[in-house]
Structure formats: C-alpha cells, structure tokens
C-alpha cells in the first residue's frame, strides 16, 4: 500500500510539471476540477488515504472497514490539500508578495472557470513562461482570483470533502477515536 503512495505521489508530482509546462493537456481553456481533483489525489490524498486503509488491515479490521477508511482518507486528503493551497492566497500580504504564486492551485483553477478569456490566456501563458511568474503578474493573477471569487469556492470545496468525510465517520461506531477525528476535520473547515 505505501509504495503504491509514493509511486501515486510521484506520478502527480510529474504531472503537476508536465501541466505547468504543456497546457495543450488542459480539458478546457484551463485545468479543470477533474484533472485537479486527479492530481490533488495523487499527490496527498493517495498517502492519506492508503493510510487510513493501511491503519484499518493492521488493526485486523475487515475488508468493509478498509474501503470505508480508504473513503475517508480520500476526502481528508482533498480537504487538506484545498487548506494547503488556500494558505497562499489568503496569508498576510508581505507573505503574499514574497511567495510564488501556484498557478495550478484550486483558488485559481476555480477562478479560472469564471473569468473572461483574456485572464485565462493569461494564466495560460504565465503557466507556460520560463521566466516565472513576475511581482505584476503575481498582482494579477492575485486580482483574477479575487475578482472570480477563487477563495471563497476553494473554502467551499474544502467544506465538501469535510462533510464527505464526516458522513464516512457516521458509518462507523462512536468511540473516542471517530470523536477525535470528527474535532480535527471540524478544525480544518474553520481554518482561513
């Protein structure tokens, strides 16, 4: 199981170059939900997720209880990628101006679905740009999520996996494990 994490967490590292290099693979004018989702999972959801389903076959649980915890540690690891990637948009405005700008991040690819064409040709040449993404860029690409709410959808996306993974939790019994894990997914959906 863990081996096949780190081959899935190098497959989306790859990929995630691959992308940042070559838009010709985007499904539409940019990447879309589906191919980030695939990637979201492949980089940390698969490590969560095979742990949770890990956790439960070391434990002597039955296969039931595996694929339940394999579904939870899908949704954390979605939800917790979303948290990972909202942190650089929505950190101080010194951090803000300092850190590079993920193009790929859900923030933008969500604001990507609604902003005009020229901003997403934009995005579409910064991604492709050997020089990087320049502080005007930077400023731009940071106006182009604002104005296309990207923060706002990325918090409700996050929100989505959260409740997904607390509907896995009330399959199973109440113990003080699932009321542990229920108090970290409920700290993870109030976070910025």
Known sequence: MMSAAIGDAVEGSFATYQYEKDTSAFEGSYLGMTQWSNL?????????????QGIAWLGGHPESLQVVARSFGDHVGLAFQVDQ????????????????????????????????EED????????????????????????????????NRARA??????????AVLSELQESNARTRLENLLASLATRG
């Not at 979201?40 to 949770?52: H, M, N, P, V, Y």
């Not at 995005?123 to 492709?128: A, D, H, N, T, V």
């Open 120 to 151: 997403v040709e934009f995005l579409r040449l910064c991604l492709g740009s050997t020089a990087g993404v320049g502080k005007e860029d930077r400023a731009r690409v940071l106006r182009i999520v604002d104005q296309n709410d990207g923060i």
């Open 40 to 52: 979201a999972s492949l980089k940390s959801g698969s490590l969560i997720s095979r742990t949770c």
């Open 85 to 116: 990637e909202l942190k650089a948009f929505t950190a101080s405005g010194v951090q803000i101006e300092e850190e590079a700008v993920q193009l790929l991040a859900v923030p933008v690819v969500l604001a990507a679905e609604n902003a005009p």
């Open 157 to 166: 996306l996050r929100q989505v996996h959260v409740d997904r993974a607390l």
